[in-house]
């Protein structure tokens, strides 16, 4: 660290720390958009997924957002989790979230850089307070201590690593388009039955209504393979030490909130997966979230395992991972409508298994995937893109923050290419040093 650098705590930049407004949130435009803590977890806050609020206008200058507040979760396993605003509608932030305005003479991004960070997430969760929900309160979660260099540097240190946010940034719409281009086409053929050829074919009653002749109604849990998950005893360090076996929660897709998804926050060995519920599957299988948030899917590339709030449906030769992906998608309202609990609202694998869904002639679900494969193969090379972008970020903000790079010499990545290739000579010399 550079001597002159100032060392304080999180606080001490703060112009103003404020607590959310509490309200019910609705997709009707009634108020301003209502910020909460499901939408800061992914990657980038998809506005048009953010409910809205009923505000008075005198209440609402006191929770409106501006360009530059930091946000952060203060309840739950996502505690410590943190957004930068930057471009956005009119909104204001839920109760569950911490407002940061950040003072004028400190540059807002170089510090929303450090309280996104994972070093920041990992110090929260470690001073959590709370049994059965834990939380942090203002104090805990500006409690932070940082080192603050000269404003230029700040400048400078803000402009290197958001330049790798904006390549992820814009990875992650082109990720967004060609989704969305592949569930329009699962749209076109297998809801609207408008599949190439389909004036040949005539449609059939069904207790779906018409489909086309040639196409099998059946029960979901009668096509492929539905696993559920479990967790090893918390208790028992045995069952998680050393761990190797990729185990998905909840938080891992919506974190992710992509289509594909690699790893796991937490693995357990081979022993927490015998003593657990916990079922190992292949790469390509397609996951759910059952419970809570329900209807968050990824496919997984590697072989992996999920805790007890999922639904996974192993793809075969009748519905492919792309069909069953797609499937779920297109009935995520239907599933979440049939959920039920009193705590937490679940659907369990025996309501799953019998939703009913309409099986297409084998050479049509064959020209479909020959189709969406390259779609979904750029997707998923987009994401890889981005974890890479996201690791060499992440490697390079300690470092910087740390005075350990002189900021001097690194260049503003314009590319995915110079984003890897700018971090690696001067990384190679910090590790070394």
């Given at each position: 660290?550079?001597?002159?650098?100032?060392?304080i705590?999180?606080?001490?930049?703060?112009?103003?720390?404020?607590?959310?407004?509490?309200?019910?949130?609705?997709?009707?435009?009634?108020?301003?958009?209502?910020?909460?803590?499901?939408?800061?977890?992914?990657?980038?806050?998809?506005?048009?997924?953010?409910?809205?609020?009923?505000?008075?206008?005198?209440?609402?200058?006191?929770?409106?957002?501006?360009?530059?507040?930091?946000?952060?979760?203060?309840?739950?396993?996502?505690?410590?989790?943190?957004?930068?605003?930057?471009?956005?509608?009119?909104?204001?932030?839920?109760?569950?979230?911490?407002?940061?305005?950040?003072?004028?003479?400190?540059?807002?991004?170089?510090?929303?850089?450090?309280?996104?960070?994972?070093?920041?997430?990992?110090?929260?969760?470690?001073?959590?307070?709370?049994?059965?929900?834990?939380?942090?309160?203002?104090?805990?979660?500006?409690?932070y201590?940082?080192?603050?260099?000269?404003?230029?540097?700040?400048?400078?240190?803000?402009s290197?690593?958001?330049?790798?946010?904006?390549?992820?940034?814009?990875?992650?719409?082109?990720?967004?388009?060609?989704?969305?281009?592949?569930?329009?086409?699962?749209?076109?053929?297998?809801?609207?039955?408008?599949?190439?050829?389909?004036?040949?074919?005539?449609?059939?009653?069904?207790?779906?209504g018409?489909?086309?002749?040639?196409?099998?109604?059946?029960?979901?849990?009668?096509?492929?393979?539905?696993?559920?998950?479990?967790?090893?005893?918390?208790?028992?360090?045995?069952?998680?030490?050393?761990?190797?076996?990729?185990?998905?929660?909840?938080?891992?897709?919506?974190?992710?909130?992509?289509?594909?998804?690699?790893?796991?926050?937490?693995?357990?060995?081979?022993?927490?997966?015998?003593?657990?519920?916990?079922?190992?599957?292949?790469?390509?299988?397609?996951?759910?979230?059952?419970?809570?948030?329900?209807?968050?899917?990824a496919?997984?590339?590697?072989?992996?395992?999920?805790?007890?709030?999922?639904?996974?449906?192993?793809?075969?030769?009748?519905?492919?991972?792309?069909?069953?992906?797609?499937?779920?998608?297109?009935n995520?309202?239907?599933?979440?409508?049939?959920?039920?609990?009193?705590t937490?609202?679940?659907?369990?694998?025996?309501?799953?298994?019998?939703?009913?869904?309409?099986?297409?002639?084998?050479?049509?679900?064959?020209?479909?995937?020959?189709?969406?494969?390259?779609?979904?193969q750029?997707?998923?090379?987009?994401?890889?893109?981005?974890?890479?972008?996201?690791?060499?970020?992440?490697?390079?903000?300690?470092?910087?923050?740390?005075?350990e790079?002189?900021?001097?010499?690194?260049?503003v990545?314009?590319?995915?290419?110079?984003?890897?290739?700018?971090?690696?000579?001067?990384?190679?010399?910090?590790v070394?040093?």
């Amino acid at each position: 660290m550079v001597k002159s650098w100032e060392k304080i705590i999180l606080r001490d930049v703060c112009e103003k720390i404020n607590y959310g407004f509490t309200a019910s949130s609705t997709m009707k435009p009634i108020g301003p958009k209502f910020l909460r803590i499901t939408d800061i977890v992914p990657e980038l806050i998809n506005w048009n997924d953010v409910p809205f609020c009923s505000i008075s206008e005198q209440e609402a200058k006191k929770y409106l957002l501006e360009t530059g507040d930091i946000v952060i979760a203060r309840t739950g396993a996502t505690s410590g989790y943190a957004k930068h605003i930057k471009s956005h509608p009119s909104a204001i932030f839920a109760s569950y979230l911490v407002r940061l305005r950040i003072k004028k003479e400190h540059d807002s991004q170089y510090i929303g850089l450090i309280v996104e960070s994972g070093d920041y997430k990992r110090f929260i969760q470690a001073n959590l307070g709370g049994s059965a929900q834990p939380q942090a309160n203002a104090q805990i979660l500006t409690s932070y201590p940082l080192s603050l260099p000269p404003l230029r540097i700040q400048h400078k240190i803000a402009s290197i690593l958001s330049a790798y946010d904006d390549l992820i940034e814009n990875n992650t719409r082109r990720i967004a388009i060609l989704e969305e281009m592949a569930q329009s086409l699962y749209q076109e053929w297998f809801v609207h039955y408008r599949f190439p050829g389909h004036k040949k074919n005539k449609l059939v009653e069904s207790e779906l209504g018409l489909i086309p002749e040639g196409w099998q109604l059946q029960l979901i849990g009668d096509v492929v393979e539905v696993l559920g998950g479990g967790t090893p005893s918390t208790k028992n360090p045995e069952y998680w030490l050393d761990g190797d076996i990729i185990w998905f929660s909840p938080t891992d897709l919506t974190a992710a909130s992509s289509m594909f998804i690699s790893d796991s926050a937490k693995k357990i060995n081979a022993q927490g997966l015998q003593k657990s519920s916990a079922r190992l599957f292949p790469a390509g299988s397609v996951m759910m979230t059952s419970r809570a948030t329900i209807g968050v899917i990824a496919i997984n590339t590697q072989p992996a395992c999920t805790n007890q709030g999922f639904i996974t449906c192993l793809p075969n030769e009748y519905m492919s991972a792309y069909q069953l992906y797609f499937w779920l998608a297109e009935n995520k309202e239907k599933i979440i409508s049939l959920a039920s609990g009193s705590t937490f609202r679940e659907i369990n694998k025996a309501t799953f298994r019998g939703l009913p869904v309409v099986i297409p002639e084998q050479k049509v679900s064959q020209h479909f995937n020959s189709i969406v494969q390259p779609l979904c193969q750029q997707i998923e090379n987009l994401i890889f893109r981005n974890i890479n972008l996201r690791r060499t970020r992440d490697l390079l903000l300690p470092k910087l923050i740390a005075g350990e790079l002189d900021v001097e010499h690194l260049s503003v990545p314009s590319s995915v290419e110079e984003g890897l290739e700018v971090a690696e000579e001067p990384l190679e010399a910090a590790v070394s040093m």
